[in-house]
């Protein structure tokens, strides 16, 4: 029987292609968004997959979401925390609001997510747990103290987390993404994009979604399984850990 797979943020961008890639690999997929229903109706109807709406920031939407998935397709076996946000500012003019609202989403929301499914996964003796941190929160991004504290946190809870999980069947991964063509980077300015940021990456240009979802299909599979408490890489040779 094909293994469920629940991604968040898996409507638009690296999400999108990471559900649409574990659907044909055979997975049962559930892709959650925050918000914006029109890009994810439209997408629920293209990739024939379904999608579920709460906000992973909140602990009771995420138990009452992931409830709704269950019912609907079975157990979650597999989760891919890829949801996040960022709210750049320098950290002189960063506001309390947008510290708080990028670590909630970020890495409460990787909390939020993969608790309730925990228990599930040691009871059946299997889980995979995939989070999509960023290269900014390897090497620090001035601008970005919110999202590289948050991004750095995810690879500390998944270090941690591997360790609890191992004896139980459970892999706890991060794949480290670096600048991907979504929407998320093209809200830079394209002068800064092309002048300063795609420069810095030695394969000379932006990674695609579909190659981020590639690594996720590999560490959700059964190959995988001693593959636990790492991190993948993929940036373009643009930073090595
Ligand atoms: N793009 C890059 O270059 C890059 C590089 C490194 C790491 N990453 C990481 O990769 C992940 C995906 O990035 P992306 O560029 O594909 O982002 P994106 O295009 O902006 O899409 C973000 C997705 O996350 C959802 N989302 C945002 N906040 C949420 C919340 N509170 N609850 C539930 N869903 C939420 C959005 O839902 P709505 O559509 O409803 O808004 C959307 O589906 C993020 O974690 C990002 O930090 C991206």
Same mark, same amino acid.
């Given at each position: 029987?094909?293994?469920?797979?629940?991604?968040?943020?898996?409507?638009?961008?690296?999400?999108?292609?990471?559900?649409?890639?574990? +659907?044909?690999?055979? %997975?049962?997929?559930?892709?959650? %968004?925050?918000?914006?229903?029109?890009?994810?109706?439209?997408?629920?109807?293209?990739?024939?997959?379904?999608?579920?709406?709460?906000?992973?920031?909140? %602990?009771?939407?995420?138990?009452?979401?992931?409830?709704?998935?269950?019912?609907?397709?079975?157990?979650?076996?597999? =989760?891919?925390?890829?949801?996040?946000?960022?709210?750049?500012?320098?950290?002189? +003019?960063?506001?309390?609001?947008?510290?708080?609202?990028?670590?909630?989403?970020?890495?409460?929301?990787?909390?939020?997510?993969?608790?309730?499914?925990?228990?599930?996964?040691?009871?059946?003796?299997?889980?995979?747990?995939?989070?999509?941190?960023?290269?900014?929160?390897?090497?620090?991004?001035?601008?970005?103290?919110?999202?590289?504290?948050?991004?750095?946190?995810?690879?500390?809870?998944? +270090?941690?987390?591997?360790?609890?999980?191992?004896?139980?069947?459970?892999?706890?991964?991060?794949?480290?993404?670096? %600048?991907?063509?979504?929407?998320?980077?093209?809200?830079?300015?394209?002068?800064? =994009?092309?002048?300063?940021?795609?420069?810095?990456?030695?394969?000379?240009?932006?990674?695609?979604?579909?190659?981020?979802?590639?690594?996720?299909?590999?560490?959700?599979?059964?190959?995988?399984?001693?593959?636990?408490?790492?991190?993948?890489?993929?940036?373009?040779?643009?930073?090595?850990?």
């Amino acid at each position: 029987m094909s293994r469920v797979a629940l991604v968040t943020g898996g409507t638009r961008g690296i999400g999108a292609a990471i559900s649409i890639a574990l +659907k044909g690999a055979g %997975y049962k997929v559930a892709a959650n %968004y925050a918000g914006n229903d029109e890009t994810a109706k439209a997408f629920e109807s293209v990739a024939g997959i379904p999608v579920f709406k709460w906000d992973v920031s909140q %602990y009771s939407e995420c138990v009452d979401g992931i409830a709704k998935v269950e019912k609907q397709l079975g157990p979650v076996e597999v =989760l891919i925390n890829n949801a996040g946000i960022t709210r750049d500012a320098m950290f002189h +003019k960063v506001t309390p609001q947008q510290w708080s609202e990028v670590i909630n989403t970020n890495l409460n929301g990787v909390f939020n997510m993969t608790h309730p499914v925990w228990p599930g996964m040691r009871d059946r003796n299997f889980g995979r747990v995939i989070t999509i941190s960023s290269i900014n929160g390897q090497k620090g991004q001035m601008g970005q103290v919110n999202y590289s504290a948050s991004k750095a946190g995810d690879l500390g809870f998944t +270090k941690a987390l591997a360790q609890e999980g191992a004896a139980k069947g459970i892999t706890v991964n991060a794949i480290c993404p670096g %600048y991907i063509g979504t929407e998320m980077v093209r809200a830079i300015p394209e002068k800064v =994009l092309n002048e300063r940021i795609v420069p810095q990456i030695p394969v000379g240009r932006l990674g695609e979604p579909e190659e981020i979802a590639r690594c996720v299909v590999f560490l959700a599979s059964d190959d995988a399984g001693f593959i636990t408490g790492s991190t993948i890489t993929a940036n373009g040779g643009q930073f090595f850990v």
